[in-house]
Nanobody, 124 residues
Framework: QVQLVESGGGLVQAGGSLRLSCVASGRTVSSVTMGWFRRAPGKDREFVAA????????YYADSVKGRFTISRDNAKNTVYLQMDSLKPEDTAVYYC?????????????????WGQGTQVTVSS
């Protein structure tokens, strides 16, 4: 079992920055693949970023590449999502996810463990 708790969401103007945190318990973040997903109103949950347990490399959706950075602090058992140059279309509930056996890192269905989500709102 893995428990995930997100924080750091809020309201920000376009062009601003936020940093989301996801604290894990039950397993170390280095032993699981950690992902960030988001769901905007009226849309399906979509992949944002992930960091693989197999190679430690980050992976990003094209829509956030160059603006968002995923990182992992093993000592704090926490994964971060640094979001810069935010756009109104980034407005969504952001979810942290984890799994040990993820093969398709961009697929929400591949993750067994999810946090409760944190709201990010970007105003124009």
């Amino acid at each position: 079992q893995v428990q995930l708790v997100e924080s750091g969401g809020g309201l920000v103007q376009a062009g601003g920055s936020l940093r989301l945190s996801c604290v894990a318990s039950g397993r170390t973040v280095s032993s699981v693949t950690m992902g960030w997903f988001r769901r905007a109103p009226g849309k399906d949950r979509e992949f944002v970023a992930a960091i693989s347990r197999f190679d430690g490399n980050p992976y990003y959706a094209d829509s956030v590449k160059g603006r968002f950075t995923i990182s992992r602090d093993n000592a704090k058992n926490t994964v971060y999502l640094q979001m810069d140059s935010l756009k109104p279309e980034d407005t969504a509930v952001y979810y942290c996810a984890a799994d040990r056996t993820v093969q398709l890192i961009t697929a929400a269905g591949a993750y067994d463990y999810w946090g409760q989500g944190t709201q990010v709102t970007v105003s124009s």
